[in-house]
């Protein structure tokens, strides 16, 4: 079985938490992590094996670059609608966001995708 690539979105509380549950998964794979705040890198490093996960500062770069399956968002609210949006223009088979995305007219615009 062929193991998915899965990326994250947001290094905070949240985001590690979504990096745990996806390196404790047999059937996935840590492709890379993005957060806007380098610092935050460190402190996924020293709470996981994470050697040869990609990380990045924009998400738009490790979209293109990684070409994840999964997409996990765990960043503040009002940045979701444009992540999301973004990892389904760049054909991310499944989006997870920690909030609602955004208003009725947002989730309808994404539901289009």
Do not use: W
């Amino acid at each position: 079985m062929n193991e998915l690539r899965c990326a994250v979105v947001g290094c905070g509380i949240g985001g590690r938490k979504h990096i745990q549950a996806v390196l404790e998964n047999p059937g996935c794979k840590l492709v890379a992590i993005c957060d806007i705040q380098e610092e935050a890198f460190t402190r996924v490093e020293k709470a996981f094996p994470i050697q040869g996960v990609g990380r990045y500062t924009d998400y738009s770069k490790m979209l293109k670059d990684e070409t994840p399956d999964i997409l996990c968002i765990a960043t503040l609210a009002p940045t979701h609608y444009s992540i999301a949006l973004a990892g389904l223009k760049a054909k991310v088979k499944a989006i997870l966001a920690e909030k609602p995305i955004r208003s009725e007219e947002h989730t309808s615009e994404l539901q289009s995708h």
